[in-house]
């Protein structure tokens, strides 16, 4: 009887390490895999950003999002959607160039430049911006969490 038992429990052992294994090897991405995901994510941010599409942000924005606007403001969610049903803020243009994107476990952090076109009511945000996004992985979909801009001086 302890043999069955014994035996039972290193089969129930060795199938649920096969399964975690098996599991586990699925939900991997490459970070190559991932970096492409953010950078894609990134991209539709920006768009929506032009579009005024707050629909897509309250789905993509954590419900804990901070962000840091380039004069220091602190950013979250309803300050944003207020600008943005105002009619304040308005984007022509945001533009991602040297993109790169760190990936750590279930975090990523992408930083560019950004070359903005727009305004915050009778401010010109236009310029040359290096941001700085981090995005977290929550039940299988990315959210971005922070954002920082610091305008770069010509």
């Known amino acids: ?3 069955l038992i014994i035996l039972t429990r290193v089969a129930l052992a060795a199938t649920t390490t096969t399964l975690q294994t098996q599991s586990a090897q699925s939900d991997t991405l490459s970070s190559e895999d991932i970096r492409k995901q ?3 994510l ?5 768009d929506a950003a032009v579009l005024g599409n707050m629909k897509f942000f309250s789905q993509i924005m954590s419900e ?6 380039p004069n220091g403001m602190i ?3 309803s300050l944003i959607a207020a600008h943005y049903q105002t009619g304040t803020l ?3 243009s945001v533009v991602n160039s040297d993109i790169d994107v760190k990936v750590h476990d279930n975090c990523a952090v992408l930083t560019a430049l950004s070359a903005v076109k727009g305004h915050d009511g009778d401010m010109d945000l236009s310029g040359t ?7 977290l992985k929550r ?4 959210q971005i969490i922070a954002f920082q801009a610091t305008p770069m001086r010509n």
């Open 139 to 142: 039940n299988g979909e990315w």
């Open 38 to 40: 953010i950078i894609a």
């Open 75 to 77: 950013l979250g969610q």
């Open 1 to 3: 009887m302890n043999r």
């Open 129 to 135: 911006y290096r941001i700085m996004r981090v995005f």
């Open 42 to 46: 990134d991209q539709q941010l920006n």
């Open 64 to 69: 804990g999002y901070v962000g840091v606007a």
């Open 90 to 92: 308005r984007y022509q």
